[in-house]
């Protein structure tokens, strides 16, 4: 079950009153990838992957973890009754299933690291999977990114980026190329596409949006 486009804007614009920062324009940028990608392929909703690829990343609402993210965002979405959204926020970061492949500390506990690997274990990647693994690789804070100057910047940020990884992202792209028939920078409007923002987050009322 996913919620509905709209639905799904909202969650990602709570969230982001949360914790701001550029995580919620990578998330739209993510989407809009998927969903371009999406509306060229046959057999695909172009809605579903624009809605899983805004939530990829949605466990970011609960503070600045690293695979901790992956348990929230999974967690999160199951308490609202989303599994395919919940889904999403496990796969997007394990090409291989394998959680040995994440870029990033395990800040997870025990419990939250079983669930991800369970979660993981009986997951059978599918075309969705993939489609958001590829676009997280290329979704930028200002918009579309080339996916080898962003795997870099990943890499520099973090140290190292698995040449694994980084070869099956680049296949990917290839494998949807195929799929779509056309370049997928072109399909995605690489050199024109701006994510457009946040919209704040009204406070309840009785409470003033100032700092004290």
């Not at 609402?61 to 889904?87: I, T």
């Not at 991800?116 to 969705?128: A, C, N, S």
């Not at 080898?148 to 190292?160: A, F, N, P």
């Not at 698995?162 to 050199?191: H, M, S, T």
Request: aromatic residues 8%; charged residues 30%.
């Amino acid at each position: 079950m996913l919620p509905t486009r709209q639905e799904a804007e909202r969650i990602l614009q709570e969230a982001e009153g949360c914790n701001p920062g550029p995580w919620g324009d990578h998330s739209r940028t993510a989407a809009h990838c998927a969903e371009k990608i999406a509306q060229a392929c046959d057999g695909m909703d172009a809605d579903k992957a624009y809605i899983i690829g805004l939530l990829h990343d949605i466990g970011r609402k609960f503070g600045g973890r690293h695979l901790g993210h992956v348990a929230d965002g999974y967690s999160y979405m199951m308490s609202l009754g989303y599994d395919e959204a919940a889904r999403i926020c496990l796969t997007h970061s394990f090409h291989g299933q394998d959680m040995g492949e994440y870029i990033g500390k395990a800040d997870t506990t025990q419990e939250e690291w079983r669930m991800i690997q369970t979660g993981l274990e009986e997951i059978h990647m599918d075309d969705y999977d993939r489609l958001i693994q590829l676009c997280d690789a290329m979704a930028g804070v200002q918009g579309v990114m080339d996916m080898e100057e962003r795997m870099g910047d990943v890499k520099r940020r973090y140290g190292y980026y698995p040449e694994e990884k980084w070869d099956f992202n680049l296949a990917l792209k290839r494998y949807f190329e195929e799929k779509a028939g056309e370049d997928i920078y072109i399909l995605v409007e690489k050199d024109s596409y701006k994510p457009e923002g946040s919209v704040p987050v009204p406070a309840p009322k009785g409470q003033g949006q100032g700092k004290s």
